[in-house]
């Protein structure tokens, strides 16, 4: 018997023996331990896997908190996108370019600045724009009964209306022609810019004029005063534009300018526009201009615009 052992069990009701084998024993010893340590690798899992879990959660608020930053860095981004396609969009519209809205922006951006950039070198060398503050216009280019003579002629200019002294500027760059009087034609004084390619301009009744001839003038330079000299019936700006000494009206070139680019090549039918804006535009930048003429000169025309600024 010595590989067994006895438990005694006392109650109410005497005493109760029971005989168990060793080897239960240990065995009831192995599990108590088992079962100990089991519930030791249990607490500390749980005490490890919620560090874990907090390491985890921290790390996910800060990702968060990065991925809210991007998304805040992507939105304005995309706001700084959509605001430069809708000024790009409104440039284009502008100039008149028709392009692609399929093409990147950088592109779109190149070319509308290289567009812009054509029309305002060409709008610098062929007149455009009103030589005084436009006040509106007191008598327009063709035949009329002359105030004075009351012949019928052909009025070669248009009349703009302008005060005495009214400061007079140039509308292209251009060389002085002549400057001094000229009487026999009633301008009384007048100056005469040559602005290259063909095109000349003519300021008549002046009161003042403040270049010589030969001086070189840019667009916008001051050049002379109006005034009521030479046969005239009270102070305005006679004005004419000529190409190769045909008399156009002045009325198309005076309100020209980048917003209604192509309207005067629909306009002016006196001037053969395809070959020179080529010429003008090869000149500026090499094999990029013909494609810019030909998009600019087969547009359509638009209508009139109701105000001249």
């Not at 070198?121 to 009329?144: A, D, H, M, Q, T």
């Not at 100056?191 to 000349?200: A, E, P, Q, R």
Request: a positive charge.
């Amino acid at each position: 018997m010595k590989n067994f052992f006895t438990v005694t069990i006392r109650d109410e009701n005497g005493h109760r023996l029971f005989t168990i084998h060793k080897k239960i024993k240990h065995l009831l010893s192995i599990a108590i331990v088992a079962a100990v340590l089991l519930f030791i690798a249990g607490v500390w899992s749980i005490f490890y896997f919620n560090g874990e879990i907090a390491t985890l959660k921290s790390e996910k608020r800060a990702l968060q908190a990065v991925n809210t930053h991007l998304e805040c860095k992507i939105a304005e981004r995309q706001t700084e996108l959509d605001e430069a396609n809708s000024r790009i969009d409104a440039i284009e519209m502008l100039i008149g370019l028709s392009v692609p809205q399929d093409i990147p922006l950088a592109h779109k951006v190149e070319l509308a600045q290289m567009t812009s950039q054509e029309r305002s070198f060409l709008l610098r060398l062929i007149p455009n724009g009103s030589p005084v503050p436009y006040k509106g216009i007191s008598s327009k280019f063709g035949y009329r009964k002359h105030p004075i003579t009351h012949k019928r002629e052909l009025h070669r200019g248009t009349d703009l209306r302008a005060k005495m002294k009214t400061p007079i500027y140039a509308t292209a760059d251009a060389v002085v022609e002549f400057a001094g009087s000229r009487n026999t034609k009633g301008y009384g004084r007048l100056i005469i810019l040559d602005h290259t390619y063909g095109f000349k301009t003519y300021y008549g009744h002046l009161n003042k004029i403040i270049v010589k001839n030969g001086q070189f003038v840019k667009k916008g330079e001051l050049i002379g005063y109006s005034g009521n000299s030479g046969r005239s019936n009270g102070p305005h700006l006679h004005y004419e534009v000529r190409f190769i000494q045909r008399s156009l009206n002045p009325y198309w070139f005076i309100k020209w300018n980048i917003q209604n680019y192509d309207e005067i090549f629909a306009k002016i039918k006196k001037v053969p526009w395809k070959p020179l804006v080529d010429a003008v535009m090869q000149k500026r930048s090499g094999s990029l201009m013909p494609m810019l003429s030909r998009a600019s000169v087969q547009v359509s025309p638009k209508s009139p615009a109701k105000t001249i600024h």
